[in-house]
């Protein structure tokens, strides 16, 4: 639920030291509540060719933090859709740096069969973690209207959902929900 924003006695200037403290402590209290609200997580997504761990380690050496998860091909289940190369095994499907335990950065290793990623490009994404499948689906379909579907959004045996995008402005993104993080 949204709140509007306090009006200040509906004067256009606050008159009091009296009035001007009661405004401010209502000011306070509507940013605390548009806070408390439920909001889709944000997160910086960077695609590198084959160095995403490399880049990563370098990153935490700088800005500290730990690795909340490191995912390899290799540790998919086995898609015949997708099969992944001996070559690209070891290489990171997903990878995020958790940095001050607020900030998350995530990346991946683009496999060769889906092309090379030019560095002299944007090769970031932005990634949103829904609280909800439903709330996924939502931004899915609302973000990606009149854009290009790279990843059409679909559900995993594991009751995640994942979907991935160009929006119809050429800003890349990652919508996903996950049933265990969303805890």
Known sequence: ????????????????SADNIRFRERAAR?????????MPKITP??????????????????????FARIVRFKDLPLNPDFPIPEMEAE??????LSIAGESI???NDVPSSMGFVSENENRSKISVRAESKEEAAE?????????DIEVP???????????MFRDKY??????HFDPISSK
Do not use: C
């Open 1 to 16: 639920m949204r709140t509007a924003l306090p009006q200040a006695g509906g004067r256009d200037k606050i008159s009091s």
């Open 30 to 38: 509507f940013f605390q509540a548009a806070t408390d609200q439920a």
């Open 45 to 66: 997504h960077i695609a590198f060719n084959g160095n995403a761990e490399e880049a990563f380690r370098f990153y935490q050496s700088v800005l500290g933090g730990e």
């Open 91 to 96: 290489k990171l499907m997903n990878i995020a």
């Open 105 to 107: 950065l995530t990346a």
């Open 139 to 147: 931004f899915f379909h609302g973000l990606s209207h009149g854009g």
């Open 153 to 163: 959004f679909e559900d995993s045996p594991e009751g995640a959902a994942f979907g």
């Open 170 to 175: 050429g800003i890349e993104w990652m919508i």
